[in-house]
């Protein structure tokens, strides 16, 4: 059972550069999320979809955009990499029906570096 | 959007001591569920334990219980018979009866010392 894959799990990036973050699940879970993890911040939201065809922003959206064509994938794209963008990366997933104490479940992360 | 809040940046606990994680909140809701996950040095997010708003009794697993206390909006997590691999930054998360979002507190990183 795969869950949540992120790939890749490492990545350096030079200033200005761009790449594209993949996550896959194979839960069928409407709702995905990417988070980023900096130290004392605790994981912030950065874009979510519930379902395919349908994203939105989250609390810090700047500099990344997202798709969801379909309901397995939830690509995170950075157009110009900043070093601000220095993080770990989560994309996450849940079910998402009504009254729903499902939790949500992770991928591994990625921890990308910006030089 | 709501907000939690873990005002403990670090702890530390004896092994095969208890030790007890804070966590509060803020919502004007009634009905939500509240969820403790753990984050060991692997960097993977582990849930620990989950809490449904509704319920009076508090979730228990293992040796890892909550106190949920609803008026107070507090919902903190005890860790009895700590453990070398109870080592981790811990996370308390909100998730909204009526949407998919979780709020996710800074975190409180553990530290068990032998």
């Known amino acids: 059972n795969a869950g949540v894959t992120q790939t890749p799990k490492f990545q350096v990036l030079k200033t200005g550069q761009s790449m594209t973050l993949q996550c896959a699940q194979d839960m069928n879970h409407e709702y995905m999320s990417w988070y980023r993890q900096d130290p004392g911040m605790g994981l912030r939201l950065i874009h979510y979809?519930?379902?395919?065809?349908?994203?939105d922003q989250g609390e810090v959206p700047n500099g990344y955009n997202v798709s969801r064509s379909t309901t397995e994938d939830f690509p995170l794209r950075l157009l110009s990499a900043a070093p601000s963008q220095t993080s770990v990366y989560f994309c996450?997933?849940?079910?998402?029906?009504?009254?729903?104490?499902?939790?949500?479940?992770f991928g591994d992360g990625t921890r990308l570096s910006i030089l | 959007a709501q907000t939690v809040t873990q005002s403990q940046p670090e702890m530390s606990v004896q092994e095969a001591e208890t030790v007890t994680l804070s966590c509060t909140y803020d919502?004007?809701?009634?009905?939500?569920?509240l969820f403790w996950y753990k984050q060991p040095p692997s960097r993977q997010m582990i849930l620990v334990i989950r809490q449904e708003a509704y319920k009076q009794q508090n979730a228990t697993e293992n040796r890892f219980s909550v106190n949920f206390q609803k008026a107070a909006k507090s919902f903190s997590l005890k860790i009895s018979d700590s453990q070398l691999g109870d080592a981790a930054m811990y996370f308390c998360a909100y998730r909204r009866n009526t949407g998919n979002q979780f709020y996710f507190g800074t975190g409180t990183s553990l530290t068990v010392i032998p």
């Open positions: 919502t004007s809701e009634s009905d939500y569920y």
């Open positions: 979809s519930v379902g395919a065809g349908i994203t």
């Open positions: 996450a997933s849940s079910y998402s029906g009504w009254g729903s104490n499902q939790p949500q479940h």
